[in-house]
């Protein structure tokens, strides 16, 4: 590195350690040329009053930005031999007080600006550093400039691809590998669900009340302003909240902490959408007490890389902050991002094998336009105030939000009709082959045939039924699912120094929800009126209302569920200078309550109006121990027992049309343990992790119809008492072989399991109409399901990457990883590994002459073929002026693989003999159904900073 006397303009060169002596006074610029890096300009003012001692020592200064010389708060100081150090006050100062037994490294770190590196020799026992400046990151950064890839779903499964999101921005070589390369096959990070990643803004949580997990889609699009973020991962440390096993992130949006200026970017892809507009500006923190920021965003598209996907989003944003004073401030923000966009399906092999990947059997053409039946609407906006204190050994965060709005999932509805799905059994190949009817050789052909000319939804016979009805009744159906509500949520916050050595943190939130949940008819596609009966009873759906429903008029369902939640920590810290610990404990209660709107038939004592109020409360405990044999090296060692509270989804068996719930007489239960080693060498760094989860007692409940050795039916799977065990090793290691060049290693190899047999229970209607039901009390116990030792669907359990990154000091890079993922397998059938699976439907009698081999190889569980895919980046930024002009490009899956990211057995074939006859043919009716990956696809990002 070359050193540079700014004043005077005499040119002073650091010694082979990269040290300089400094007189009193005097200003330096640094000037980073190791290419390895950022190759950025750093800036930064040295006052030193004499060397430091070997006894305690207290470092004190002042962080400015180099391009404007505002204050920065919130600028983690460390050594690296006391990893936690402070954080700047809100006016950039701060002072820290370290052991130096030798020369230290003094650090400067902070979201959004390079990490300043600052050696400083033994000396005196205070040190004055006057005036350090940092400089903001290259725009054109990879880390900086992914985050625009959060918006892509690689699926339709829920929480899958929320790694992306919340992972966007770490520096972890293993979790930036897991957000941008492995989640293109539905990769999981240690096999959690996303509801274990916990997400706060300003301090506020934002995680779903309903399903637990981050709802990204409601602040999608507003990229610049939502960068500014602090994390903890898996079992670290939280100042914000006890956190799931994910850890969390707090984003922080405030106008005076973000990116004064504006920008404008442009993106072009071919995977979720086409095109994207974003302009945003930002005052930062101007000389009077207002700052504020704007954010708008447009994003759309005809067509996705999967067939008749349609993408249509706007996001807007608007927030004001006021400062009191030099220490507590005022701010506030509302934002709505609204999204529309088209679904796809899974696919069996037969329809891929007719079709190839990108086939989606959800959309047709009408009047010459795409349009999709499987349309997902979210709109809800969020409105926050908040209110800081901050002095130098507390921070006091106030908070109050309020979102409302809807969410709608679009689907046909068929009513004495034929199945209009292009993929329904009937239509396929395979149904003529394992039925024999006739010539059925000729016959299965003709269908091929007709699946390739005519495989997409005909929007023109639906309306042609509709319109052909002699009474005009609907036959077929355009309805939404619709979830519409508000929440209003509270939380507190506070940090407190105690001591140089002693941290303490607490927190407290309260969530008041209210949803509605109901059936809405969008479009009776000709027909005159929708009669609104259930088709698999013939029941009424709403008996104090009349039948003949039409457009925007509920059907079928209408509830309402009422959460309230509080949730409580607290937490102590103690540092030293070789070891730090902490420990922290968290308390949750909520209380549910359904209120049926609707009266139905099949259930008229438990349908309508409000149901007891169901109340849980759970506790945890976490707690870590650091240390830090020197300054290169870190170990820890992490641990939680926490009480998971139910969510709706696993309390209802069947909210939709009773009130029913499942007993729980024990809560779930998880623990965790992991252990870290960090490695910071100054050309290599890096972590290995091992970790090992229990998850206890937990439920699961599925719906779908099954023929079943009992019988046939619409039935709700409930399981219970399911324990699984998720373990491995994780890695990520950086290597900079020289200036310039940087090389990678990540990867994990893991293993999540079931080590016990749940217990199955199926529930169903029972009404006057059933001739044979599975069971007249409408619950039929079948017992455990045989899933010991079975893999669990958590994506693959097995990745390896390698990296290699040129970094040219002309402000430009590439860099290229090749990732193979392998122990990937499908979700199971859990019905066919219950003992009615072998239960003959006419006597319910065990069947005779079961072929085991044959049995037991067909129920073997299925992995998914290993992955190999190539990826590649690329940008350059200019310096024009004073603005930055950045480009970015990526293309994934260089090589057009094609690949199965996930898929599950069909439950339909519920018996053996069904199920035999079925398996046996080439070509299975209802064989397992895929998921699959993209292929080739492209992101391109052009930014404009002002």
């Known amino acids: 590195m070359h050193l540079y006397f700014w004043p005077q303009g005499k040119k002073v060169r650091a010694n082979s350690k990269g040290e300089v002596k400094v007189k009193k006074g005097w200003s330096i610029q640094l000037w980073r040329e190791r290419k390895r ?40 100081v460390y050594t690296e031999g006391n990893l936690q150090g402070v954080r700047t006050a809100a006016d950039g100062t701060f002072e820290l007080n370290i052991v130096c037994l030798s020369d230290c490294l003094l650090q400067f770190d902070k979201t959004g600006y390079h990490r300043l590196r600052l050696p400083l020799e033994r000396g005196t026992d205070v040190i004055d550093l006057g ?9 054109v950064e990879k880390r900086d400039v992914l985050l625009n890839l959060s918006e892509s779903d690689l699926n339709e499964e829920d929480g899958v691809s929320d790694v992306v999101g919340f992972l966007q921005g770490s520096r972890d070589i293993f979790l930036n590998r897991a957000a941008f390369d492995f989640s293109q096959s539905f990769f999981r990070i240690r096999g959690y669900d996303s509801s274990e990643g916990l997400v706060h803004i300003n301090g506020l949580p934002m995680n779903s ?5 981050p709802q990204w889609n409601n602040w999608g699009g507003l990229n610049d302003v939502m960068r500014y973020a602090t994390r903890s991962l898996n079992l670290d440390i939280s100042r914000t909240s006890f956190e799931g096993l994910l850890g969390g992130v707090d984003f922080t949006v405030r106008p005076s902490q973000m990116r004064p200026g504006s920008r404008i970017t442009a993106s072009f892809s071919n995977r979720s959408y086409a095109t994207r507009l974003m302009g945003t500006f930002a005052s930062g923190s101007r000389d009077g007490p207002f700052s504020f920021a704007l954010s708008l965003s447009r994003r759309w598209a005809e067509e996705g890389f999967i067939q008749g996907t349609s993408y249509n989003a706007y996001s807007l944003f608007g927030s004001m902050e006021l400062q009191l004073g030099p220490y507590s401030s005022i701010y506030g923000f509302a934002m709505l991002a609204s999204n529309r966009r088209g679904r796809s399906a899974p696919v069996t092999e037969e329809v891929f094998d007719l079709a190839g990947r990108a086939y989606n059997p959800y959309w047709g053409f009408q009047g010459g336009r795409i349009r999709n039946s499987r349309e997902r609407l979210i709109s809800e906006p969020v409105l926050m105030l908040n209110f800081q204190l901050k002095r130098e050994r507390l921070r006091l965060r106030l908070g109050l939000g309020y979102q409302f709005g809807e969410q709608a999932s679009s689907r046909l509805g068929y009513f004495e009709a034929p199945n209009p799905d292009p993929t329904y059994y009937r239509y396929l190949p395979s149904f003529y082959y394992n039925n024999r009817f006739g010539d059925y050789s000729i016959s299965a052909q003709n269908a091929a045939a007709g699946f390739r000319s005519y495989g997409q939804l005909s929007w023109e016979n639906l309306y042609r039924a509709n319109s052909n009805s002699p009474t005009g009744k609907a036959s077929y159906l355009d309805y939404s699912e619709v979830e519409e509500g508000q929440q209003l949520i509270a939380g507190a916050n506070a940090n407190l120094k105690l001591s140089k050595s002693i941290n303490l943190d607490a927190g407290i939130s309260y969530r008041d929800q209210y949803k509605e949940y109901f059936s809405r008819i969008d479009d009776l596609l000709g027909a005159q009126y929708h009669l609104d009966i259930d088709p698999f009873s013939g029941t009424a759906n709403d008996i104090n209302r009349p039948e003949e429903k039409g457009v925007g008029d509920r059907f079928g369902y209408s509830y309402s569920l009422g959460i309230k939640a509080i949730k409580a920590f607290a937490q102590v810290e103690f540092l030293q200078r070789k070891w730090s610990t902490f420990i922290s404990g ?6 549910y309550q359904r209120q049926g709107l609707f009266l139905n038939a099949r259930y008229p004592e438990e349908s309508f109006g409000p149901s007891p109020v169901r109340k849980f409360s759970g506790s945890g405990i976490k707690a870590g121990i650091a240390y830090y044999p020197n300054s290169r090296i870190q170990f820890n060692l992490r641990g939680t027992s926490q009480q998971r509270l139910p969510l709706p989804g696993n309390l ?13 007489k024990l809560l779930p239960v998880v623990k965790s343990v992991e252990m870290n080693a960090h490695l910071r060498f100054p050309r290599l760094t890096g972590r290995a992790s091992w970790f090992s989860t229990w998850f206890s007692n937990t439920t699961d ?3 779908f119809y099954t023929d079943s050795g009992l019988g046939s039916d619409f039935v709700q799977e409930v399981q219970t008492n399911i324990n699984t065990w998720h373990r491995g090793l994780e890695f990520g290691l950086e290597y900079a072989p020289g200036s310039s060049v940087t090389l990678s290693l990540a990867g994990t190899m893991a293993s999540y399991k079931y080590v016990n047999n749940p217990l199955v229970s199926l529930y169903f209607d029972v009404t006057e109409a059933d001739q044979n ?4 009390s409408g619950r039929a116990n079948l017992g455990p399901a045989k899933l010991k030792e079975l893999y669990m669907p958590r994506g693959p359990q097995q990745a390896i990457s390698l990296g290699f990154t040129y970094r040219d000091p002309d402000f430009w890079f590439v860099s290229a990883t090749v990732n193979q993922l392998n122990m990937n397998f499908i979700d199971l059938s859990v019905l066919s590994r219950t003992d009615s699976f072998l239960l003959d439907p006419e006597t319910r009698d065990t069947v005779r002459d079961i072929d085991e081999d044959f049995l037991k190889t067909r129920l073997r569980q299925e992995p998914l073929p290993g992955v190999f895919l190539l990826n590649l980046v690329g940008g350059k930024s200019w310096l024009i002026k004073g603005h930055y002009l950045g480009i970015f490009a990526s293309v994934n899956n260089l090589f057009d693989t094609t690949f199965r990211t996930g898929g599950f057995e069909q439950s339909r074939n519920g018996h053996y003999m069904q199920y035999i006859d079925d398996e046996r043919s080439l070509t299975p009716s209802f064989a397992p159904k895929y998921w699959y990956g993209y292929g080739r696809t492209y992101f391109l990002n052009i930014s404009m900073s002002f």
Not at 131 to 139: E, V
Not at 209 to 213: I, M
Not at 653 to 661: L, M, Y
Request: charge should be positive.
């Open 37 to 76: 890096t950022y190759c950025l300009l750093f800036l930064f003012t040295i006052t030193t009053s004499g060397v430091i001692s070997a006894q305690g020592i207290t470092v004190k200064g002042v962080v400015l930005d180099a391009n404007d010389h505002k204050e920065i708060d919130g600028v983690r």
């Open 131 to 139: 005036s350090i400046m940092l400089s903001r990151q290259n725009p």
């Open 209 to 213: 009340l309903t399903n637990g997990r």
């Open 586 to 591: 968290g308390w949750e209660s909520r209380d």
């Open 652 to 664: 209802y068996i069947n909210q939709r049309d009773n009130q029913k719930t499942v007993s729980y």
């Open 701 to 703: 409940i599925g719906f």
């Open 773 to 776: 039901p599975i069971h007249p």
